[in-house]
């Protein structure tokens, strides 16, 4: 006979845990000339902090750098030797938007990382502008599922904002940054030196990213750079440097003062105007700049915002006007197919998380969540935009 066997009932309910923890990170911002000359020691000492080890790196220029430094790259060898660092490589990568969509770039950094034997205790250091920051970042965050990044910042978009952010990434399947990882970087340097080259183009662009913090976190900064735009323009330093630097520490004080960096829930103020960036840049095959493609956005959104009623006329009327000293254009010919920019809203809202959520203005400095667009009101903007030139 077979033996029976009896089913207890289950005397005790099942039950679930749920155990909050945080891991401490520090956001490490300097400001300063020359980062590669050896009697600098800032790189130096940010590399050494935390270990007791000679510093082991490999190095990563955005090509358009090392073409406007002749030398760079000699003079990062010299740095490192004069300060004691091992470093097995030093490469090169192309710049801009296209960067972040070939795939060969981020294999040769991960080759790179791979052949240096960089570990959690060596660093990957990556100078330039955005594009290659982000995908250096983005090998960087998933080689031995991260290792230590040091970014130095050579443009004024990156210095003034996304070289700040602990965000990285890279463009597949038509989309921005749809790959990619939040993985805050050992440390920002910014050194101003790397402005100086900069083509008149690329030095306005990181304005448009100044103008969008002070627009929706400080109404003084964007008072400060209305009042300053034509000298800006200019390239005038002494009025653009301090701009910069605000912008950083805004940026800076936004990840680390509770502003949610790694994007749990769906607000997001510091997209202001991204929306239609984004898509823009999409549609125009990335020939339009990131910062320029902000700074129709931010227009638009500013335009919007005004047409349903939330901000004052006269304080839109001042918006686009700044923008308009700092030399942007707030229109470009692919916003005729508002159908396409509209679906926009779309991926960005999938980037969200689902929920359509999007910054708009109530007053300069003061920014209000909206959770729906009325397709009409983006269409008069636009057309009001087109009329203004």
């Known amino acids: 006979m077979p033996t029976s066997v009896r089913l207890h009932p289950v005397q005790e309910e099942f039950r679930g845990i749920q155990a909050p923890f945080s891991v401490p990170f520090v956001h490490r911002l300097h400001f300063t000339r020359d980062a590669f000359a050896p009697e600098n020691h800032t790189l130096d000492e940010v590399v050494r902090e935390g270990t007791d080890r000679a510093p082991r790196a490999v190095v990563f220029f955005d090509r358009a750098v090392s073409e406007a430094w002749p030398g760079i790259l000699t003079a ?18 192309p710049g801009g938007e296209e960067t972040k969509n070939d795939p060969a770039v981020l294999e040769q950094v991960l080759r790179a990382i791979h052949d240096a034997k960089i570990d959690r205790q060596s660093f990957v250091i990556a100078v330039g502008g955005g594009a290659v920051l982000d995908v250096v970042g983005y090998a960087a965050a998933i080689a031995h599922r991260g290792v230590r990044l040091v970014r130095l910042p050579t443009t004024t978009l990156s210095q003034a904002d996304s070289g700040v952010g602990v965000k990285n990434g890279i463009n597949a399947f038509g989309k921005k940054n749809y790959l990619g990882t939040f993985s805050p970087p050992w440390a920002v340097m910014n050194d101003e030196t790397f402005l100086s080259t900069l083509s008149d183009r690329d030095w306005r662009c990181g304005f448009a990213e100044a103008v969008k913090v002070g627009l929706v976190k400080d109404a003084a900064l ?19 440097l301090p701009v910069i630097r605000e912008s950083a520490e805004l ?3 936004h990840i680390t003062d509770g502003g949610d960096p790694f994007e749990l829930i769906s607000a997001r103020p510091l997209d202001f105007g991204h929306w239609a960036a984004h898509k823009l840049e999409q549609m125009t095959d990335f020939r339009l700049r990131h910062g320029e493609a902000v700074a129709i956005g931010l227009a638009l959104d500013t335009t919007y915002s005004v047409k349903i009623g939330l901000l004052d006329p006269p304080q839109g009327d001042r918006v686009l006007h700044c923008l308009s000293a700092l030399g942007f254009r707030l229109y470009n010919d692919a916003m005729a197919d ?10 960005f809202c999938e980037h969200l998380g689902g929920v359509l959520t999007l910054a708009m203005l109530r007053g300069i400095g003061n920014s209000v969540d909206i959770h729906e667009i009325e397709a009409g009101c983006v269409r008069e903007s636009i057309e009001h935009l087109a009329q203004r030139g």
């Open 338 to 347: 508002s159908d396409t920019l509209l679906a926009g809203l779309d991926e």
């Open 76 to 93: 990062a060898r010299v740095y490192a030797g004069a300060h004691g660092w091992e470093v097995p490589s030093i490469e090169t990568l």
């Open 251 to 253: 940026h800076l004080r």
């Open 222 to 240: 964007f008072e400060s750079i209305e009042k300053a735009a034509t000298r800006i323009q200019r390239r005038d330093d002494m009025a653009a």
